[in-house]
């Protein structure tokens, strides 16, 4: 069940991702909780309790500070990139200190961008952390032939994550373009 969720808020934000701010906000906080918990290896019922306030406390926020809503939803989606990251690169020993200081670090970066670049950034930044859960969800699911999407074990299994990844990110990113429209092409 877990993971159903987790694919279903991946295929959100990599699929729709820029349409809405406050979905996305609501979806990215949802899965960035989500990842830090799991990484953290807690109960479903943790997880899930995590991911939710999480995903409350963004989306309250966004209302409340509406005039950086670009920036936090950058920051937002940007922490889940960043914390796929860190689950990936971690170890089997992930420090809680790296984390505080890797996940929000990427978040920042990612909501400066954000706020600079607008809507354009957004669609890549969706797109890159959509396909980001919904590689974790499909390895967690299918963890007998698919594990290598949740967390590969050698190089070259790196190598293709990573490939599936960007391959997955692009066509996020194409599919959000296209509902957009002609009026922009990036």
Do not use: N, Y
């Amino acid at each position: 069940m877990s993971e159903l969720a987790l694919l279903v808020i991946g295929l959100v934000l990599c699929f729709a991702g820029a349409r809405s701010l406050r979905l996305t906000v609501l979806v990215a906080g949802f899965g960035l909780c989500w990842l830090l918990a799991d990484a953290f290896d807690v109960t479903i019922a943790t997880t899930f309790l995590v991911a939710a306030v999480g995903a409350i406390a963004l989306l309250v926020l966004s209302i409340v500070m509406s005039r950086f809503v670009i920036f936090l939803v950058g920051a937002a989606v940007g922490a889940v990139i960043g914390a796929r990251l860190f689950a990936l690169l971690g170890g089997d020993d992930p420090s809680w200190l790296l984390a505080v200081l890797f996940v929000p670090t990427f978040g920042f970066v990612a909501g400066f961008l954000a706020q600079r670049m607008g809507t354009k950034f957004l669609r890549w930044a969706t797109a890159i952390a959509g396909a980001a859960l919904i590689l974790s969800a499909v390895g967690s699911l299918f963890s007998d032939d698919l594990g290598l999407l949740h967390t590969p074990d050698s190089p070259t299994q790196s190598t293709l994550h990573t490939i599936v990844w960007v391959v997955l990110a692009v066509v996020g990113h194409q599919v959000q373009r296209a509902q957009a429209g002609a009026k922009d092409t990036a």
